[in-house]
């Protein structure tokens, strides 16, 4: 089985500071991890995933396999990051993805 | 089209009445995905189709639940006899193919069941 667990319902911090969203993941093999972003009022999108390890608003998220996580970070907020994020996670031939509860930022001014 | 397309954006009904939520997916798409939203629940998968035939209906929640697609394009959600707990935002998805994950969703169904 697949679970996705984000711990924090709600993550509130300042312009400027650094943020980090937790997901962390139960699969017993190797795992495609995602982070889906929604903000108000909009369509749940993709905001980057792990096979690209790419950066995208300033966000990056590694892959740590020995501790089943994929920790979502950005070394400085920004008002406009404030949304609900969604961690995803997709198994071996599985293809649908597991999505965690998600966590709302709000990045206060 | 341009993005997935669903309709209604908003439906609210009467405990037991028969509801039909629809999704147009991105001309193309052959994966197609219902997710329902509930607050603090995240998104619960429903149901894939691969084309029209649905390889994995294991989310549907009852049988009062059902969904079709047609011509590998449009599908139908339909949820029989609604209940004050299938309050929800109904999301669909579509994807280039079946593992192809960058899913592209849509703008959901609120449905409120009074």
């Known amino acids: 089985a697949q679970r996705v667990t984000q711990p924090e319902k709600l993550l509130s911090v300042f312009k400027g500071a650094p943020v980090e969203l937790k997901c962390n993941y139960s699969?017993?093999?190797?795992?495609?991890l995602f982070w889906y972003v929604q903000y108000s009022r909009q369509r749940l999108q993709l905001l980057l995933r792990?096979?690209s390890r790419e950066s995208i608003k300033g966000f990056t998220a590694d892959l740590n396999k020995g501790e089943t996580s994929f920790h979502l970070k950005k070394p400085f907020a920004q008002e406009e990051d404030s949304a609900m994020y969604y961690c995803?996670?997709?198994?071996?031939?599985?293809?649908?993805?597991?999505f965690g509860k998600g966590t709302l930022l709000t990045v206060n001014p | 089209g341009a993005g997935v397309s669903q309709s209604p954006s908003n439906k609210v009904t009467e405990k037991g009445k028969d509801v039909e939520l629809r999704c147009d997916p991105i001309?193309?798409?052959?994966?197609l995905y219902w997710y329902r939203q509930s607050l603090g629940q995240g998104l619960e998968f429903l149901i894939y189709f691969q084309g029209n035939s649905a390889p994995d209906k294991s989310g549907l929640p009852s049988d009062r639940f059902s969904a079709e697609r047609t011509g590998g394009s449009v599908s139908t959600l339909t949820i029989q006899r609604t209940q004050q707990e299938d309050s929800a935002v109904y999301l669909c998805?579509?994807?280039?193919?079946?593992?192809?994950?960058?899913?592209?969703f849509g703008s959901g169904t609120r449905l409120t069941v009074v």
């Open positions: 001309s193309g798409h052959t994966a």
């Open positions: 699969y017993s093999g190797s795992p495609e």
């Open positions: 998805a579509s994807s280039p193919g079946a593992r192809n994950y960058g899913y592209t």
């Open positions: 995803a996670l997709v198994g071996g031939s599985n293809y649908k993805l597991t």
């Open positions: 792990h096979i």
